[in-house]
């Protein structure tokens, strides 16, 4: 546990891990890929896989998503078996299931459709995506809506991290086979954190790539970042219009069930998207050279903001 004194104010920040902790995975025994290249070229280059994260409502019709490539230009790996296995965290007493196998496609994609006869209820779900031919995998997290939930959005960079630079640094140093580790503001981490002792989802919408999944789990996770839903730019739209790819997944999810208390973010693009939800201006954080603009709220640093969150919010008892 960790306590941070706000002038008279103690906060108690709860260390949330990123990932919750299923049980230990069961072993699964190595197979064999199914074409000679794909052994060949798999075994001198790095997995980079992703699962899709998703949240949907227990009416919908819900498909998982995972696309799995290898090395610093993301050879696709085509036409090689990927075993599905879940975990419901909202069962008392929860084990890995086995759901089914599935081939990649041409895009070293696989999808799986849940039938009607197997609907996912109310609550947090995780999927994990094994490589058979290596053991490597993806995870992806499904949360289900059954009425209203209370959901804090965070842009990742320039929000999280100290630039919109930091993002192309981590590109450009990804290609050079270099792992660059973007900056983070400090106590940014623990703002996010705040909202979820508070009992807020948190919802991680970011005009990243969906190619830069893994990487920005990990980060979240090394920076003390709290478990969230991250949702990157799946679309093909451009950055520069990262508004319409924000604001597009901001309607779906309301639709869904989610109720958007707080935004935060640092750019024109975020102010547009957030304002497009028709949500009160003193509900936006904006950090950087933007914060104000619109009536939005602007953050000077995460210290001072933490500060005044737990101000308000004591005082809002008093």
């Not at 007493?93 to 086995?98: G, I, K, L, R, S």
């Not at 895009?107 to 459709?113: K, L, N, P």
């Not at 989610?258 to 975020?270: E, P, V």
Request: hydrophobic share 35%.
């Amino acid at each position: 546990m960790e306590f941070l004194a706000c002038d008279n104010i103690e906060f108690k920040s709860r260390e949330y891990f990123y990932n919750l902790i299923p049980k230990q995975f069961p072993h699964i025994k190595k197979t064999y890929f199914r074409h000679w290249y794909n052994t060949l070229f798999t075994s001198s280059h790095s997995p980079y896989h992703n699962g899709y994260d998703i949240i949907a409502n227990e009416k919908d019709s819900i498909i998982i998503h995972g696309k799995f490539h290898y090395g610093d230009f993301r050879k696709d790996l085509e036409d090689e078996w990927i075993s599905i296995f879940m975990y419901n965290f909202n069962l008392p007493n929860p084990n890995w299931v086995y759901i089914t196998r599935i081939l990649t496609d041409n895009d070293g994609q696989i999808f799986h459709h849940f039938t009607k006869d197997k609907t996912l209820k109310n609550g947090l779900y995780l999927f994990k995506f094994i490589v058979e031919g290596d053991r490597t995998s993806a995870d992806m997290y499904i949360r289900i809506l059954s009425e209203k939930e209370d959901y804090v959005i965070f842009d990742i960079d320039g929000t999280l991290t100290i630039s919109d630079n930091e993002l192309i640094k981590e590109s450009f140093y990804e290609f050079l086979d270099v792992h660059y580790k973007p900056k983070a503001y400090k106590d940014a981490y623990k703002v996010v954190n705040y909202y979820k002792d508070k009992g807020y989802n948190i919802l991680y919408l970011t005009a990243r790539p969906s190619w830069l999944i893994s990487n920005t789990l990990n980060w979240l996770k090394e920076n003390g970042f709290p478990f969230g839903i991250l949702h990157t730019n799946e679309t093909g739209i451009p950055s520069t219009y990262a508004d319409i790819y924000k604001s597009m997944y901001l309607k779906t999810i309301i639709s869904k069930g989610a109720n958007i208390n707080y935004l935060y973010g640092n750019a024109l693009t975020d102010i547009s998207a957030y304002k497009s939800i028709n949500i009160s201006h003193d509900k936006i954080f904006i950090v950087g050279e933007h914060g104000g603009k619109s009536g939005t709220n602007p953050i000077y640093n995460y210290t001072d903001h933490l500060c005044n969150l737990i101000s308000l919010s004591q005082n809002s008892f008093l």
